[in-house]
Structures are given as structure tokens and as C-alpha cells.
């Protein structure tokens, strides 16, 4: 199992570990600040180098069966496992998303909040994202109301918390339950909770986030789509 440095802290550009296992053109490490393609999200891009100097580029993170593997140019040879490794994410497109995916628990409360309206999916990628949503209208007007209360959340600078919480205690929740911790697996006893404090948004994740509002910046309203009679795309992005 590979520890995840980035669910504990979101801010951890640079960091040492050790290779456990290669497989193909993979690393194996035994903790991680690189955040796996998944939940949404793209994977983080960055380099891994040896204390001898041999320098990898990370392309691409996915995790399977409880590790995560770090996919590397050039090929690694087997002789690494063992090895400690300097490892540095890149930055501003990892920055990018983490703004972006808090941006998009804030537009999913704002949607809960104002309109009943309930978040079917959602993509988060540095350049724009989407969200996809229950409602029955996403006429300009409206769009431009889900900007303005975005603008009120950014401006009122509220911290975005991480905690952990037991699985029994998680189900307990109402906020928890609205957003379906119960579709976690069984077997995930510990559950991370991402909330946007002051009583914004509390949800289930994995993923990384800002640590404040503020950091979201300026939000922009891209294209809207119909996906059906009840179903909505919104497309945005943050400046
Ligand atoms: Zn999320």
C-alpha cells in the first residue's frame, strides 16, 4: 500500500522516497505527493531523480490494487528497487486543478443550495473543467447567478479543511449522507472529508484542494450544454 502524501497535505511539491517495486516502464514508491489520475482528475506530470543523477520524467499516475504506479521516460532498470529518489510535481497544472476541484465542490453546494439541484459528474483538468448536473434550465440568467455566488465564496476567504473520519460516523452525517458516503466501498473504514468551512460544503473525497477560497481566483463561466431534458453541462475555467 502506498501512502498519500498529497491527501494529507495538497501543498507537498517536493519530496524523498523509496522505489519498493518497478513494473514495465513504472515506479512503485512507498508514499506519494503525485496525485493518480482518477475522482475526476488528471494525473500530475513531474520528475523523479536517483541521488547518482539518472533523471526520469513521471508522464502519467494511476493507482491499482492499492498502489500507485508513477509511469516513467526514460525506462527504469530493475536495480532501482531499494533506491530513494528525489521526486518534484509540477507544479502549475497540479496548482491549476486543485483550484479548479475546489471551485467544483463550491458550484455543486451553490447548485444543492439555490436550485435543488443535484451534481451527476464532473471532469477537472488544468485548462477547463465541466460539471454536469440535474436542472431543468441553464439559461444565462442563471448561469450568471452560480457565477456571482461563486464570486461570494471566493471573496469571503473561507478555509478548506481536511479531516478523517470513521466509517460509522461518516454514515451518521447528513451532509455525508446527501453527497452518498454509503457508495463508498465497505471496505474503506477511515474516510477523508474535504469541507469548505462556515458551513459551505462537506463532502467525501480523495482528491487535492486549495486550502482557501481565496485561492480560487477569478471564475469563468465557459459554454453550456444541454444534455437532456433535465440534465445540464456547464464548462469553466479560473483566472
Ligand atoms: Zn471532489
Redesign the pocket.
Known amino acids: 500500500m502506498t501512502e498519500f502524501l498529497f491527501q494529507i497535505d495538497s501543498y507537498i511539491k517536493e519530496f524523498e522516497s523509496e522505489i519498493i517495486e518497478i513494473s514495465e516502464n513504472a515506479l512503485v514508491l512507498d508514499k506519494t505527493a503525485f496525485s493518480y489520475q482518477g475522482?475526476?482528475l488528471q494525473s500530475d506530470t513531474g520528475i523523479i531523480q536517483t541521488k547518482s543523477g539518472e533523471k526520469y520524467e513521471v508522464k502519467h499516475v494511476i493507482f491499482r490494487k492499492g498502489k500507485v504506479f508513477h509511469s516513467i521516460i526514460p525506462n527504469p532498470s530493475e536495480d532501482l528497487v531499494g533506491k530513494t529518489v528525489k521526486c518534484s510535481i509540477n507544479w502549475e497544472p497540479r496548482y491549476r486543478q486543485m483550484r479548479m476541484?475546489t471551485t467544483?465542490?463550491a458550484i455543486s453546494a451553490i447548485l444543492y443550495k439555490k436550485y435543488g439541484s443535484t451534481v451527476t459528474g464532473g471532469n477537472i483538468d488544468p485548462e477547463k473543467s465541466r460539471v454536469d448536473f440535474e436542472i431543468d434550465h441553464l439559461r444565462q440568467e442563471r448561469v450568471q447567478e452560480i457565477a456571482e455566488a461563486i464570486e461570494l465564496i471566493v471573496s469571503g476567504s473561507h478555509d478548506v479543511s481536511i479531516s478523517f473520519l470513521e466509517r460509522e460516523e461518516a454514515l451518521k452525517d447528513p451532509d455525508l449522507i446527501r453527497t452518498k458516503v454509503n457508495l463508498i466501498p465497505e471496505s474503506v473504514k477511515t474516510i477523508r472529508i474535504?469541507e469548505i468551512e462556515d458551513g459551505i460544503d462537506k463532502?467525501a473525497?480523495g482528491?487535492v484542494h486549495v486550502a482557501n477560497t481565496k485561492e480560487i481566483g477569478e471564475f469563468i463561466p465557459l459554454k453550456s450544454e444541454n444534455r437532456g431534458k433535465n440534465n445540464k453541462r456547464l464548462y469553466f475555467t479560473v483566472k
Request: proline residues 0%; hydrophobic residues 20%; negative net charge.
Open positions: 475522482g475526476g476541484h467544483l465542490h474535504v463532502q473525497d482528491g
